[in-house]
């Protein structure tokens, strides 16, 4: 019996892994990824998020959700407007490398 | 007897039984997959195929790192286990729920099982065209796909179960004075539970294969819309990993979770046997 319950809770551990685990990872590690400039600003803010590869229409579709969006520059993405609810959302996304404020070129 | 030793003739020895030990009998299930693992790694050293046809271990394993570290992967392995995951509790529910109610009127079952039969030996995959003028593109056409898969078969094995459970214990418990609710559950739903648990461990590799085929088509996301999607681009290694996923989770799903459950209620109760192997 014990067996049997041991092989339901790897099954449930792994499904539930599967479909939760990569969020409560970004959340949980989402602090590590915001520049501490954006810590606490008032009001909307101007950022760029780095990622670790270059953004495919999914992560512009994403980011898009948090603000305007402004444009690609290799691993960047510009994106405007951003309220502090939506900072630590992105932030809490672990393909996510860093959020820092926008500065134009 | 010398000294206590217990000495046989060699015409009377029994022959001494190679036994396979617990650890080796554990390991056994993943020889075939060490098996295909191996015949494909040599079979690509030795034909080197393009990745268009055919990709190798290395490639897949460096997609599947590439899309699960972009989101791209966990993205639709979520959105393909919540529409699963919503089609099959909807159908489940709505199937067992149906059934008991039918299969507990004579009458109604003998009308209703040429019409089960005849909708269970229907794919859900052949509603997805209506489903898609109906519903349009996305979750809710998925879902529907899903729940047909589900639905028809769980309520045809319920209704069947149903019917199945001895009359002996319903007269039984009658003469001791139950009512007809005390019956329904405590003896007709117990005594059932064999082909509906049957009726759900089908429903769950069936309701997973139809949500495959309907991503493909009626979905933009999810492991059977990344897996079309790859083929427009002759991306193969994006293709094996979905279907590696795919056979994963279906895997894990049955095995681990279904199983399990189906071992510790009907087979303990000794409403079925294990029919396994000493």
Do not use: C
Request: glycine share 10%; aromatic share 10%.
């Amino acid at each position: 019996m014990a067996r049997v319950l041991v092989r339901f809770l790897i099954g449930v551990v792994v499904i539930l892994g599967l479909v939760f685990g990569p969020g409560l990872y970004g959340s949980a590690t989402a602090g590590a990824r915001l520049s501490p400039a954006l810590e606490n600003s008032p009001g909307p803010v101007n950022v760029t998020v780095i990622l670790p590869f270059k953004p495919q229409l999914f992560h512009q579709q994403q980011l898009e959700a948090y603000g305007v969006f402004a444009g690609t520059n290799g691993n960047r993405v510009n994106v405007l407007n951003v309220s502090q609810d939506g900072l630590h959302a992105m932030a809490a996304k672990y393909w996510v490398k860093q959020i820092v404020p926008f500065k134009p070129a | 007897m010398r000294g206590g030793e217990l000495q046989t003739s060699p015409a009377t020895a029994a022959p001494v039984r190679r036994r396979v030990g617990p650890g080796s009998s554990r390991l056994l299930p993943l020889v075939p997959f060490v098996g295909l693992i191996v015949v494909w790694a040599v079979a690509w050293a030795v034909v080197r195929p393009k990745l268009a046809t055919m990709p190798s271990i290395g490639q897949v394993a460096h997609t599947t790192q590439h899309l699960w570290s972009t989101g791209e992967l966990w993205r639709d392995i979520g959105a393909s286990l919540y529409r699963w995951g919503l089609g099959f509790v909807v159908g489940a529910i709505s199937g067992v729920a149906l059934g008991i109610v039918a299969g507990l009127n004579r009458i109604v079952a003998r009308m209703l099982e040429p019409v089960m039969t005849f909708f269970t030996a229907m794919s859900g995959i052949v509603w997805l065209p209506l489903a898609i003028v109906w519903f349009g593109l996305g979750t809710t056409t998925v879902t529907f796909v899903i729940w047909n898969s589900v639905f028809f078969l769980v309520f045809a094995n319920t209704m069947l179960g149903v019917r199945s459970a001895p009359r002996l214990l319903d007269d039984a418990a009658r003469t001791l004075g139950a009512g007809r609710a005390h019956i329904v559950f405590h003896v007709i739903v117990p005594g059932s539970l064999p082909h509906i648990l049957t009726g759900l461990r089908s429903a769950v590799g069936f309701g997973w294969r139809a949500l495959i085929a309907a991503e493909i088509i009626g979905a933009s996301t999810g492991l059977g819309a990344m897996i079309y999607q790859s083929k427009e681009f002759l991306r193969s290694d994006i293709i094996v990993t979905g279907v590696i996923f795919i056979a994963a989770i279906g895997f894990v799903l049955d095995t681990f979770i279904l199983a399990p459950i189906e071992r510790s209620t009907v087979e303990r109760w000794g409403l079925v046997s294990t029919g396994r192997a000493r």
